[in-house]
């Protein structure tokens, strides 16, 4: 069964700084892969989808990398704003049968101080 | 841009009562899905449905029942309300490996 890890449960970091997301999972026979960002008491947002044949997705100040062989997904964000603080959280969607459905992280939440 | 609603924000229920939860999309997409989250548990899938009538059951399916009958519609039933099911309810769409989009979630307490 698919298993995704997100390490640390939580970041701070200063107005500014570029900083990194991870994101592990167990299974790399993955159709594809989903960042989503989440404000307190909201819906989940998604941000970049990277398929299994992609190695990189970019959208403004954000990009995210797949390495299916080392079972890692990577979220950059540059130049960090107090705007960006919410949780981020991974979903890896399998290959087949079952595995198809999206197995979430359980994100990091990101406060960026100003 | 994909809208997802969910007809309410907040509930409040009494156990034992019969709650629909609604949640309409606006571009016809095939699949749709309800999570539940919790704090420390994360998203939990508990019913999807991939066509118009068609559902199954996903990870925590007890206590729940779905219904579409319009493929823009996607309600969750809970039969008898209980007060493990106080939670946040998300519903979501899409076209299948595609993005999946949600609705802004419903905040359900059972008492």
């Known amino acids: 069964k698919q298993e995704v890890t997100q390490i640390p449960a939580a970041l701070s970091v200063p107005e500014g700084e570029n900083l990194v997301l991870n994101c592990s999972f167990t299974?790399?026979?993955?159709?594809?892969l989903q960042w989503f960002r989440q404000d307190p008491g909201k819906g989940l947002t998604s941000l970049l989808l990277?398929?299994?044949?992609?190695r990189e997705q970019t959208s403004g100040r954000l990009n995210a990398s797949l390495d299916k062989s080392s079972g890692r997904s990577t979220l950059y964000i540059a130049a960090s704003q107090p705007g960006d603080s919410a949780t981020y959280l991974c979903?890896?969607?399998?290959?087949?049968?079952?595995?198809?459905?999206?197995?979430f992280g359980s994100g990091t939440q990101l406060t960026v101080l100003p | 841009d994909v809208k997802v609603t969910q007809s309410s924000r907040y509930l409040v229920k009494r156990t034992g009562e019969k709650v629909f939860l609604e949640c309409v999309q606006d571009m016809d997409h095939e699949n749709m899905f309800w999570y539940r989250q919790d704090p420390g548990l994360g998203l939990r899938l508990i019913y999807f449905s991939y066509d118009v009538k068609m559902k199954e059951k996903g990870d925590i399916p007890e206590g729940y029942s779905v219904s579409r009958e319009k493929k823009e519609r996607f309600s969750l039933i809970l039969e008898s309300a209980s007060t493990n099911q106080t939670s946040m309810y998300l519903c979501?769409?899409?076209?299948?490996?595609?993005?999946?989009?949600f609705g802004s979630g419903t905040q359900l307490s059972v008492l």
């Open positions: 299974d790399s026979a993955i159709y594809n």
């Open positions: 979501a769409s899409s076209v299948f490996g595609e993005k999946l989009f």
């Open positions: 979903a890896v969607r399998g290959s087949s049968g079952s595995a198809r459905q999206l197995t």
């Open positions: 990277i398929q299994s044949s992609q």
